[in-house]
């Protein structure tokens, strides 16, 4: 068999995670088996349809490196892959339905569905859902509806009795009594635009999809799609319904645990690299200890027998570490043009860098790229070597074993030894300031902390002597002449 699988997403918003890892997923299992991998852009929902969430699907796809068999742009031989371009497709295959008895025209206006609604959530108890008021109209009263040219849809019917039984090639055997299957669902809508249950069985049985590989939230929207697959007539693809990405307090991956779209940490300075890595761990082993894959590792490797059932947990420190990992393996040349975006959008840099900015950036580079987690990082650490820190806080200067008259002292002694700083070599340095803190009887770190400060404004920085002979002996003296004045203000 000639393995085919589709990723579908919706233009509504941005690509989130979750979608991502299962895009992945299909990508990899197509890529290992020989197989098809499909895009498919289910854009039938007009109303919350955005084109800058359909470029979206592309640019970050594009970013991951991720290309497709089929699609809108490629073309193939079951197009058009934009859902909006068949709707006289669904259209054909709701009458069908029709024809089959499988399905019925439902003229219930949208007030009398607000008003059922609304009754049903009063009871709290009973059955909820549509409740098929237009199932058995007789064909004098469709007649009369028809003629009085009242909107209608066609919904599905949901047989009264009896289950539904499939098998999940993950989950096992699930079973699902029709009569809690949501009552009648609609398949196309009074615009003539499919709903996505429509839309999507039609789509997979006509590209010839052989796996499903989705969420489990789609779990419960199964046995509906089961029967449609049966009313048609058709043969089953396999499902996987997929585990589920879970932020650290076991609810679904929100915007309220972090970024969530592949934007946002593109954005943030994530390397396509990690992300892809990362996400495909979640929920998918190799074996008990190996963690680093890379895209063609995975092309080759991945499978589905390795998944695992049981949700996963995104844990944004673990992802974090994981860049950090993959840009420590970049060349200096490659992590200068990464950061170069971040210091434009800063405004620490120029467009193009002006040859002194070029020279800073170089110098830099040896001193942070250890440092780096994410590539935004470059503006904290670096910053202070393209702008004066702003000077806020007294007490960040004065370390907890000293007061500020001590801190007066030491700031004094630092700028005193600055004066012959670029005559003597880095360890030279190391050993005056030591010595000088021996005398101060002040400990090296505390000797060193106000000078950091006033030199970077912040109480971590890079290495401290690497970062006075990239900024300048005069630039740096300049600094703790400054922060003087500002430690001695009452």
Not at 128 to 135: I, P
Not at 443 to 456: C, E, H, S, V
Request: hydrophobic share 35%.
């Amino acid at each position: 068999m000639s393995i085919r699988v589709r990723y579908a997403p919706s233009p509504t918003g941005k690509q989130h995670i979750g979608g991502i890892r299962t895009a992945l997923f299909d990508y990899f299992f197509a890529r290992a088996n020989n197989g098809t991998f499909i895009l498919r852009i289910e854009d039938t929902d007009r109303e919350r349809f955005h084109k800058d969430a359909l470029q979206d699907i592309y640019d970050s796809f594009h970013w991951l490196g991720i290309t497709w068999d089929e699609g809108p742009d490629k073309g193939g031989p079951f197009g058009p892959y934009l859902q909006s371009m068949r709707k006289d497709l669904y259209q054909n295959y709701a009458l069908e339905l029709i024809e089959k008895g499988a399905a019925y025209y439902c003229y219930c206006t949208p007030e009398r569905l607000d008003s059922l609604r609304n009754e049903q959530q009063k009871r709290k108890k009973g059955e909820t859902g549509y409740d098929r008021h237009c199932r058995d109209l007789t064909e004098t009263e469709r007649k009369s509806l028809e003629e009085k040219g009242t909107a209608k849809v066609i919904r599905l019917k949901i047989p009264l009795e009896g289950e539904v039984l499939f098998h999940d090639e993950l989950l096992g055997d699930i079973k699902t009594m029709n009569k809690d299957i949501n009552p009648d669902p609609v398949l196309l809508k009074s615009d003539g635009f499919p709903t996505y249950h429509l839309a999507h069985v039609v789509d997979d049985h006509l590209m010839e999809i052989t796996h499903i590989l989705r969420a489990q939230e789609w779990l419960s929207s199964a046995p509906l799609h089961i029967l449609m697959f049966q009313a048609f007539g058709w043969k089953l693809p396999k499902f996987y319904h997929l585990p589920l990405v879970l932020g650290n307090d076991g609810h679904k991956l929100a915007k309220r645990h972090g970024s969530t779209s592949i934007t946002e940490f593109r954005e943030k300075g994530y390397l396509p690299e990690a992300i892809m890595n990362y996400v495909s761990l979640l929920g998918w082993s190799y074996d008990d200890s190996r963690v680093f894959f890379s895209k063609e590792d995975l092309e080759q490797l991945f499978s589905l027998e390795k998944l695992n059932k049981a949700p996963a947990v995104f844990d944004f420190k673990k992802l974090e570490w994981f860049n950090g990992q993959y840009i420590r393996k970049k060349s200096g040349k490659e992590i200068i043009s990464l950061v170069k975006p971040y210091l434009k959008k800063a405004g620490f840099i120029h467009e193009p860098a002006t040859e002194e900015e070029e020279k800073i950036i170089k110098g830099m580079i040896p001193l942070i790229h250890e440092r780096l987690h994410v590539l935004s990082d470059v503006t904290e650490l670096a910053g202070f070597l393209f702008h004066d820190p702003v000077l806020k806080d007294k007490n960040e200067f004065i370390p907890k074993r000293l007061d500020r008259e001590k801190t007066l002292q030491v700031l004094e002694a630092c700028a005193a030894l600055l004066s012959d700083f670029d005559s003597r070599t880095d360890t030279e340095n190391e050993e005056s300031f030591r010595n000088k803190a021996l005398e101060l009887q002040v400990k090296l770190g505390d000797f060193l902390l106000p000078l950091r400060i006033a030199l970077t404004g912040s109480r971590v920085s890079p290495p401290l002597f690497e970062s006075i002979r990239l900024l300048g002996v005069e630039k740096t003296k300049e600094r703790v002449k400054q922060a003087l004045s500002f430690l001695s203000q009452e």
